[in-house]
């Protein structure tokens, strides 16, 4: 079955350290997203990207980095200069559209990786 | 710019009651909208959608939302709510002929009691 898969599931990262989360996606979607959730905000973009080798930052991207060298991968590099990490992370993807209605298309989510400090 | 306001951040109903979710837009142009449900621990699934045509519309486990530009919103309905409707529950905008990224409301959790 097609899907996102992100991993691991749960992540661990001390003062310091960078830590990278994995995110693939085998539906063949052009675009893809990094979410991150904390309890009460909603869903805050990080970064995006909608074609191999072109990503954009979102709306948090200050600690963040990512890379799209392929189209089924996005991995999201948390930093150290990202100073309060401990988050659910998100990964999406989606098609451009079907027909002629550009963007009418959902996206679609990973089960998530929930990241925490030690 | 779009946002999207999701009024109650917890709703509690009774086994079998009527479920109401409200989602409120704004944006500068007719949006495309979308329902997402998450469980606890796990990613967004998709409820359903609204893009054109039809302004009441069908989604899954017997949830249904009706689009009303005059009044900006976009309420999440269920006649008969269930246990395992439990959940927290996302409404999200974008506008229509964009490929931009979608802009989420805060969430509303809801509480099923017995």
């Known amino acids: 079955d097609g899907g996102i898969t992100q991993s691991p599931k749960y992540l661990f990262r001390k003062e310091g350290q960078n830590v990278t989360l994995s995110c693939e996606q085998n539906l063949n979607h052009d675009a893809m997203y990094w979410y991150r959730q904390d309890p009460g905000q909603g869903l805050r973009l990080i970064y995006y990207s909608q074609i191999v080798n072109d990503f954009q930052k979102g709306d948090i991207a200050e600690g963040y980095s990512v890379s799209r060298e392929k189209k089924e991968s996005f991995p999201l590099t948390v930093t150290s200069a990202q100073k309060n990490p401990t988050a659910f992370y998100l990964c999406?993807?989606?098609?451009?559209?079907?027909?002629?209605?550009?963007?009418?298309?959902?996206?679609?989510f990973g089960d998530g990786t929930r990241l925490s400090i030690l | 710019a779009q946002s999207v306001t999701q009024l109650g951040s917890h709703v509690s109903v009774s086994e079998g009651a009527l479920v109401l979710l409200r989602c409120n837009y704004s944006?500068?142009?007719?949006?495309?909208l979308f329902w997402y449900v998450q469980y606890p621990n796990q990613g967004l699934q998709l409820l359903l959608k609204y893009t054109t045509g039809a302004t009441l519309v069908k989604g899954i486990n017997g949830f249904e939302a009706e689009f009303k530009k005059s009044e900006t919103s976009f309420h999440l309905t269920k006649p008969s709510a269930h246990m395992s409707d439990a959940a927290e529950y996302f409404c999200?905008?974008?506008?229509?002929?964009?490929?931009?990224?979608?802009?989420f409301g805060s969430g509303t959790q809801l509480t099923v009691l017995p």
């Open positions: 944006s500068s142009v007719p949006p495309y």
């Open positions: 999200a905008v974008r506008p229509s002929g964009s490929a931009r990224q979608l802009t």
């Open positions: 999406a993807s989606s098609p451009p559209r079907t027909g002629t209605l550009l963007g009418n298309q959902p996206q679609h």
